[in-house]
């Protein structure tokens, strides 16, 4: 690095963070050349390939970005040693899941592959280098990245050693799936946090290419760590706390959005994140609260660790709450029933399933014996047999019966899948859903013919003359 001018970055990480967050960077900083590194090898060859359509992540406008800059000043590769020694910058932008064994497990975040990270580094890396926490991290993470690095120093020899010297800085992501280009063109703020003001404004003025100034917060480095498992936090239990709402108006007779606009028209509570659903999904709102209930248990603050786990908690069971209602309502049993699914992503506009309510509600389903019938605009039907543990027949096929619960079928045409369905049920906001044809629908249904809105999609006035049952969540209604 020289003149405090970064020229070279590397990310380590090319997933749903690591390659949009970079080729954003890259658009708007032609002179720097961005590395995104990765160990998976497949990762890296989708980020290449020639058909934009292939990219490993789907979000609207990233392939457009993409095609202008890669092979420019943006490049996908497995050569992470080599990419780390370049560079003056690296980005850590690894998975941060919820540890499955060990101290913690079920709770804390494994930082495993942050640590291999900071190893790596600490072997690679030339000269001075600023390494950012771009994953969400535990409150203190820092600490571990900067002892790893700073013993790494002492061990060099001692000729190197004078070359070798780093800065640790956290600067989380805020992204939502959906509209990661957006969010990263237009961040409602980015947060850097640091001891070393010089590393700080070198970092500052990357995003100030595109950012105004009065966005770029900064914080010391626990702050910043802290903010982002609070932002989180505070977004996942609006969730929770509009779904127990529902909940409570499907058994009095009002009506969740009625609520919801009614509270949201206050300032001080704000009308975002209040639509009611099938529970919240994705890879972070979990993780990120248990991780801040482990932390609060560890740092000896129970109630607090309590708190935040309700949240959770709450999700958890409002989900169970959807696919038993669906039970109760097709008279107690699914045996054979036909059921078709709108939706698996864990919300529109995304490829990603992870931790999608559709998940657990499919998977109740098809224990009741449903035969469960699956649309997704862009999930592929590989993943699907992944999170089901489930696999993929013709609808034709002779396993299609009620005593096997674990085939599914995939709906090419949504219209043809509605013949003799006895259910539909809607469980991701695609945009294409809210134009379906009800009435269409409607003639190609076994009677009872039933709709389930978990998402809110559905203009009721256009089932006024069907003879369609119809429940929507927390519509009290309806009953
Ligand atoms: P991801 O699983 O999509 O991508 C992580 C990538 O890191 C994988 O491709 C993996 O192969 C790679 N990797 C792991 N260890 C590596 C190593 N040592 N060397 C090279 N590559 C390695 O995860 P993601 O969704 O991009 O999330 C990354 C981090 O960002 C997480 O901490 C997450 O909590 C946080 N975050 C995610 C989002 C989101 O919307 N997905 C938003 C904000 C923050
Ligand atoms: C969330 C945060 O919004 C981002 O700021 C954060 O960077 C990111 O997590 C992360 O750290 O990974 P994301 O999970 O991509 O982003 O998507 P959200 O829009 O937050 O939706 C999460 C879940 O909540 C989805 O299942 C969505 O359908 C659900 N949701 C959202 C509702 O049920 N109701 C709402 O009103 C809003």
Redesign the pocket.
Same mark, same amino acid.
């Given at each position: 690095m020289s003149n405090n001018e970064i020229k070279n970055i590397c990310c $380590?990480?090319?997933?749903? %963070?690591?390659g949009p967050t970079m080729a954003v960077i890259a658009k708007y900083c032609p002179e720097i050349q961005i590395n995104v %590194? +990765? *160990? @998976?090898k497949e990762?890296i060859s989708a980020w290449n390939h020639k058909e934009l359509s292939n990219l490993p992540?789907y979000e609207p406008g990233l392939a457009q970005i993409i095609s202008t800059i890669r092979g420019k000043n943006l490049h996908f590769s497995c050569e $992470?040693q080599k990419h780390i020694s370049e560079a003056d910058m690296i980005f850590i932008? %690894? @998975? *941060?899941p919820t540890k499955t064994k060990g101290i913690g497990a079920g709770e804390a975040s494994d930082l495993k592959?942050v640590e291999?990270?900071a190893r790596?580094v600490s072997h690679y890396s030339k000269g001075h280098t600023i390494v950012v926490e771009?994953? *969400?991290?535990p409150v203190r993470t820092a600490e571990v990245i900067k002892n790893i690095l700073d013993n790494s120093v002492s061990q060099t020899k001692k000729d190197e050693r004078i070359a070798k010297t780093f800065d640790v800085l956290s600067n989380? /992501?805020?992204? &939502? /799936?959906g509209t990661?280009i957006r969010d990263l063109e237009s961040p409602d703020r980015v947060l850097i946090g640091g001891d070393n003001k010089k590393a700080i404004n070198i970092l500052s003025k990357i995003y100030l290419s595109w950012v105004p100034k009065h966005k770029v917060l900064h914080t010391n480095i626990w702050s910043s760590e802290l903010a982002?498992l609070t932002a989180n936090a505070f977004l996942a239990q609006r969730i929770s706390a509009i779904n127990s709402i529902a909940a409570l108006c499907e058994t009095t007779g009002a009506d969740v959005r009625e609520v919801a606009r009614a509270i949201g028209s206050d300032t001080r509570i704000g009308e975002k994140f209040l639509d009611s659903s099938p529970g919240f999904g994705? &890879?972070?709102f979990k993780? +990120?609260i248990l991780n801040l209930v482990y932390l609060a248990k560890y740092f000896g603050l129970p109630q607090v660790a309590d708190f935040w786990q309700g949240v959770v908690e709450l999700n958890n069971w409002h989900q169970k709450r959807i696919s038993k209602l669906i039970v109760n309502k097709l008279f107690g049993t699914l045996s054979g029933k036909k059921i078709i699914i709108l939706g698996f992503a864990f919300k529109a506009n995304t490829n +990603?399933t992870r931790e999608s309510a559709a998940i657990q509600i499919c998977k109740d389903l098809m224990q009741e014996g449903a035969i469960l019938h699956i649309h997704d605009p862009k999930v592929q039907s590989s993943q699907i047999c992944i999170d089901l543990n489930a696999n993929l027949i013709d609808e034709n096929d002779q396993r299609v019966n009620s005593e096997n619960n674990n085939v599914w079928i995939e709906v090419k045409d949504i219209y043809h899948s509605f013949i003799d369905a006895d259910a539909i049920v809607l469980l991701t906001n695609w945009e294409e859903y809210s134009s379906i044809n009800w009435e269409l629908a409607s003639t190609k249904m076994r009677r009872p013919g039933w709709i389930f809105d978990a998402r809110s999609i559905v203009n009721q006035e256009d089932l006024a003359n069907l003879d369609l049952n119809f429940w929507r969540v927390g519509d009290g209604s309806l009953n």
């Amino acid at each position: 690095m020289s003149n405090n001018e970064i020229k070279n970055i590397c990310c $380590i990480g090319a997933g749903y %963070v690591g390659g949009p967050t970079m080729a954003v960077i890259a658009k708007y900083c032609p002179e720097i050349q961005i590395n995104v %590194v +990765d *160990t @998976n090898k497949e990762r890296i060859s989708a980020w290449n390939h020639k058909e934009l359509s292939n990219l490993p992540v789907y979000e609207p406008g990233l392939a457009q970005i993409i095609s202008t800059i890669r092979g420019k000043n943006l490049h996908f590769s497995c050569e $992470i040693q080599k990419h780390i020694s370049e560079a003056d910058m690296i980005f850590i932008s %690894v @998975n *941060t899941p919820t540890k499955t064994k060990g101290i913690g497990a079920g709770e804390a975040s494994d930082l495993k592959w942050v640590e291999l990270c900071a190893r790596q580094v600490s072997h690679y890396s030339k000269g001075h280098t600023i390494v950012v926490e771009k994953s *969400t991290l535990p409150v203190r993470t820092a600490e571990v990245i900067k002892n790893i690095l700073d013993n790494s120093v002492s061990q060099t020899k001692k000729d190197e050693r004078i070359a070798k010297t780093f800065d640790v800085l956290s600067n989380p /992501e805020f992204l &939502s /799936e959906g509209t990661a280009i957006r969010d990263l063109e237009s961040p409602d703020r980015v947060l850097i946090g640091g001891d070393n003001k010089k590393a700080i404004n070198i970092l500052s003025k990357i995003y100030l290419s595109w950012v105004p100034k009065h966005k770029v917060l900064h914080t010391n480095i626990w702050s910043s760590e802290l903010a982002k498992l609070t932002a989180n936090a505070f977004l996942a239990q609006r969730i929770s706390a509009i779904n127990s709402i529902a909940a409570l108006c499907e058994t009095t007779g009002a009506d969740v959005r009625e609520v919801a606009r009614a509270i949201g028209s206050d300032t001080r509570i704000g009308e975002k994140f209040l639509d009611s659903s099938p529970g919240f999904g994705g &890879s972070c709102f979990k993780k +990120d609260i248990l991780n801040l209930v482990y932390l609060a248990k560890y740092f000896g603050l129970p109630q607090v660790a309590d708190f935040w786990q309700g949240v959770v908690e709450l999700n958890n069971w409002h989900q169970k709450r959807i696919s038993k209602l669906i039970v109760n309502k097709l008279f107690g049993t699914l045996s054979g029933k036909k059921i078709i699914i709108l939706g698996f992503a864990f919300k529109a506009n995304t490829n +990603d399933t992870r931790e999608s309510a559709a998940i657990q509600i499919c998977k109740d389903l098809m224990q009741e014996g449903a035969i469960l019938h699956i649309h997704d605009p862009k999930v592929q039907s590989s993943q699907i047999c992944i999170d089901l543990n489930a696999n993929l027949i013709d609808e034709n096929d002779q396993r299609v019966n009620s005593e096997n619960n674990n085939v599914w079928i995939e709906v090419k045409d949504i219209y043809h899948s509605f013949i003799d369905a006895d259910a539909i049920v809607l469980l991701t906001n695609w945009e294409e859903y809210s134009s379906i044809n009800w009435e269409l629908a409607s003639t190609k249904m076994r009677r009872p013919g039933w709709i389930f809105d978990a998402r809110s999609i559905v203009n009721q006035e256009d089932l006024a003359n069907l003879d369609l049952n119809f429940w929507r969540v927390g519509d009290g209604s309806l009953n």
